[in-house]
């Protein structure tokens, strides 16, 4: 056990699976755009999302309060996020990408993070930045998870209850509305996932029940929840073995040793994850105007997207979170590793 005056270190495992994490649905855009793609580094939106579960349960065990809550959520997540959806709405007034469609209703419902889209069919409605999708989903669990900290006790089995219910209806009744196609998407159940391995770290006396209730539900979860078009199964399923083992080998000794280029990795995942979309199309229309092979344009794309991803962090996104900082709560919480 911790004795008094001893420091909680950081978990840096979680910050080694963030980059992980980004790095793969970087993996994955590459080698999709190269016409070979690799399913699995899609996984990546999973385990970010199964890791917000877990992150939001162990930051408020001490207690928080909704309002500072959420405002500190969306102060880390929204600033970024419209600076670079800004960045799409100029690439789109200066004509430079014919991809990008210039709709004023999306455009307000993007920096609103309100899921838009003008067409129907059962699909993913990709706002202006379109890896906002995966934003617009965090922020609706912030929100729910804001306001369940109003409750005093039994709030992830109020989470699992909400979010199950959400998924339940859109399997039930087929919605096809942009919000309720997004708000009841099967991958929202990552952040339930999560969230009960958030519950197991800071109560180690249920430990060894929600693991088990947990390989379960996993175990059901991946033949009921996969269906055409949708996500939210195998993916999620993995993204949680994948943090039950990260956390295990963070419980034993003195845990995960830090190495700083993949902390840095870590660090940088958010701004990797968000940016990748611009020097990934600039290798894409140079590879076409040079006719550069598929191989070639891929490397490339990877390089630059990591490189500027972390230059973004460095150049930007640091600066911003200091000057944000004096609104913000402190802005890296240390999760106690004695359990």
Known sequence: MMQDGDTPRRLFGLQYLRGIAATGVVLFHVSQGAGTPLPFAAYGVDLFFVLSGFLMVAITAGGARPWAFFRDRFLRVAPLYWI??????VVGLLGLSAQVRLDPARIAASFAFIPYSAGGGRHTPLPMMPLGW????????????ALLLFLPRYRVLALTCIIGGLVAAG????????VAIAWTDPILLDFVAGAWLGVAWVRP????????????ALLL?????VWPGMRGGIEGAG???ILMAVLFFEGRGGGIPEWRPLRLLGDASYSIYLWQIFPLQFCAVVAARLHLPAAVTAAAGFALAMGGGILAYLLLERPLLAALRRVRAPAAVTISADR
Do not use: D, Q, S
């Not at 670079?84 to 709405?89: D, E, G, L, R, S």
């Not at 995966?134 to 998870?145: H, S």
């Not at 399997?171 to 942009?178: D, I, N, Q, S, V």
């Open 84 to 89: 670079a959806t800004a960045a799409v709405v």
């Open 134 to 145: 995966t934003l617009n989903a965090e922020m609706l669990f912030y929100a729910i998870f």
């Open 171 to 178: 399997k039930l009744f087929h919605p096809t509305g942009a």
């Open 205 to 216: 006396e249920h430990r060894r029940l929600i693991v088990l209730l947990l390989l379960v």
């Open 221 to 225: 979860w991946i033949p009921r929840l």
């Open 239 to 241: 993204a949680t073995l």
